[in-house]
């Protein structure tokens, strides 16, 4: 017996056109490498009320069946799982600790401590809730946006020794500033060694793909010789950022920002303006424009009492 599968809209097209053709549904079996059940069952459950059987029609009608087909929840069938449930949750046990439990007494049943949060999240299990019976209240530990290990293809120590030297303009360290807990937004700093010249951009989140998306506008037009990141999850695209500033990415060592020091030291300065737990979805791009402005025109003594932005866009002698 063939292992069955669903109709796709090219055999929907081929049925219509067999079936127009007067072929039996026995023939049209055989062409489509289907069962006569099989058949039987697509045009009696698809065919529109006159009986006419429309290929797109008939997908868009099977795709509604799909969607309204959905597994009973555990928590609403199984009787004995809801009452040991409850009765562990009133001594304040974890998900996984009930669990760990349940697979002692019952190995051959399968349960997941995914399911009792998503049963409480649900409120499915009725005078209990993951903030009123679950350490954490409901908080979760940790959030990895992405893999929390960076695998760099360079390190810092495979830079340019030029770089040390602090000679040319266009050797940029990068980080990101957060703001306060509860999704309120991050800043994603890039600082030249040279120059000190720095560059923010507001940024909704830390997904590796929103942090690329920032960084590569943030840089657009900018000449990159060298960019050296911090070790946090959402550079996890370096090899697209390094695609599309052209330019080597390299990255500091783990619990080492001494060796992004540049970088660091223009972080503490912004965080001046932007104390820890800042709403960042509160400031406009017009007051960071400003800061940005403040700090860059600000004379430095590592400069010789010149501004970053006099020496990245070489007002005076380099």
Request: hydrophobic fraction near 30%.
């Amino acid at each position: 017996m063939k292992a069955y599968t669903h109709f796709t809209l090219e055999e929907r097209e081929s049925l219509e056109k067999l079936k127009r053709e007067g072929q039996s549904k026995i023939e049209i079996a055989r062409q489509l490498g289907k069962d006569r059940s099989s058949i039987h069952r697509e045009i009696k459950r698809n065919s529109a009320r006159n009986g006419e059987y429309l290929p797109i029609s008939a997908t868009t009608k099977y795709l509604r069946r799909r969607k309204r087909c959905r597994r009973k929840l555990r928590f609403k069938t199984d009787k004995l799982l809801i009452r040991y449930t409850r009765l562990c949750l009133r001594k304040y046990w974890s998900p996984e600790t009930i669990v760990a439990k349940w697979k002692k007494h019952r190995p051959q049943e399968k349960l997941s401590h995914s399911t009792i949060y998503r049963a409480l999240e649900q409120k499915l299990i009725r005078g209990y809730s993951g903030f009123t019976h679950l350490r954490r209240r409901n908080k979760q530990k940790y959030v990895r946006e992405d893999s929390a290990v960076i695998k760099p293809d360079y390190t810092i120590h495979d830079r340019p020794k030029i770089v040390e030297t602090r000679r040319r303009i266009g050797d940029f360290e990068g980080d990101t500033l957060r703001g306060g807990r509860g999704n309120k937004g991050s800043l994603v700093t890039i600082v030249d060694r040279k120059s000190r010249y720095l560059m923010a951009a507001f940024t909704p989140n830390l997904k590796s793909e929103t942090v690329l998306a920032v960084t590569t506008k943030l840089m657009e037009g900018t000449k990159v010789k060298t960019l050296t990141l911090d070790n946090g999850p959402e550079f996890a695209r370096h090899r697209k950022l390094a695609k599309n500033l052209k330019t080597k990415v390299y990255f500091a060592d783990p619990g080492a920002p001494h060796q992004r020091g540049t970088n660091e030291n223009i972080n503490d300065v912004l965080r001046f303006f932007y104390p820890k737990g800042c709403d960042f979805t509160a400031v406009t791009q017009e007051n960071l424009n400003a800061t940005l402005e403040l700090i860059n025109t600000r004379p430095r003594k590592c400069l010789g009492w010149l501004s970053p932005k006099d020496i990245f866009f070489a007002k005076c002698c380099t």
